[in-house]
């Protein structure tokens, strides 16, 4: 079966000493175990020149920030394998410019792991432009960990996806298909609309669709995206929901019982709005379940 992933590119881990990170590594040590990939924990360190503008204070530094970091790589080490037994994490320091180097990485990896906040090289990685550049240039999926433990239901909670027609979508569908298979979890497949278009060109405020067309119409659109998959997938149970309303309100309807919410990188403007930059980027911020963000 074709699969997003090849078993020779590892899953990448940011640490940077957080807790946020090491929610991070635990989850990832366990994805890498079920998918048999390799685990690889880095460490980015920017030059202190860039943070305090001075030579001879950055030189003094950089022996106690890679000492610290290297810290940080063998507490990381330690709860993967905690978590994961069988592994044998590789780890990497790099002097290097945190969004700069992910980017780079991801062409080689399977996917890239990240906590939702963190210290140090990474701090703010998930606010403002640097998320948006992790996700928007990364050429595989980001999984951004924010809550340290799932709970007994939410690890047994189903896999969330939004579909919304666009190729970002059908990466996202087929990645939510593998991990739904791979955790043995049911899928909920999450399509919304909207019967009000706003088209600034023409200066039309609102314009009303038949909306029992519309809804009929965007039923038959969620279940052509899923056919395919459902029959590559038979092992995966799959709800339907089709709903009226924001496609970030629909998805964060199922933060609390959700293990994992599955978007695409960007989607379809208009009424088909999914997937759009802003519902992921919103969904970094507000989710508590692992979201997984996919590129087509």
């Known amino acids: 079966m074709t699969t997003l992933f090849e078993h020779h590119r590892p ?5 940077d000493g957080s807790a946020a990170a090491l929610a991070a590594v635990r989850w990832a040590a366990k994805e890498a175990s079920a998918r048999k990939l390799p685990l690889t924990l880095v460490h980015l360190q920017p030059d202190p020149v860039s943070r305090y503008h001075d030579e001879t204070v950055a030189a003094a530094m950089r022996p106690a920030l890679r000492e610290q970091a290297g810290k940080w790589l063998n507490e990381a080490v330690v709860a993967a394998r905690a978590e994961a037994p069988d592994l044998n994490p590789s780890v990497e320091l790099r002097d290097a410019e945190v969004v700069a180097a992910l980017v780079e990485m991801s062409a080689d990896a399977a ?3 990240l906590g939702a906040r963190g210290i140090g090289g990474f701090t703010g990685m ?4 640097t998320a948006n550049s992790v996700v928007a240039g990364a050429a595989c999926p ?3 960990v924010r809550t340290p433990q799932l709970g007994p239901a939410k690890a047994a909670g189903p896999v969330v996806v939004g579909v919304d027609g666009s190729p970002a979508s059908e990466a996202a569908i087929k990645f939510a298909f593998e991990e739904a298979s791979l955790r043995g979890a049911a899928l909920i497949a999450v399509h919304t609309w909207t019967e009000v278009y706003l088209d600034p060109e023409l200066n039309v405020d609102r314009i009303a669709f038949d909306t029992t067309f519309l809804e009929e119409r965007e039923r038959e659109l969620l279940a052509q995206r899923l056919a395919g998959w459902q029959e590559k997938y038979p092992d995966v149970p799959v709800t339907r929901v ?3 309303g924001r496609p970030v309100r629909a998805l964060l309807d199922y933060d609390e019982q959700a293990q994992l919410i599955v978007v ?3 989607g379809l403007g208009g009424y088909h709005g999914m997937l759009l930059g802003s519902t992921s980027q919103a969904l970094m911020h507000y989710t ?4 997984a963000v996919v590129r087509p």
Not at 11 to 15: A, D, K, Q, S
């Open 242 to 244: 089709v709903t009226k």
């Open 111 to 113: 996917m890239i792991v």
């Open 264 to 266: 695409g990188s960007r």
């Open 288 to 291: 508590q379940t692992p979201l």
């Open 142 to 144: 980001v999984t951004v």
């Open 126 to 129: 998930l606010v403002g432009s």
């Open 11 to 15: 899953i990448l881990v940011g640490i």
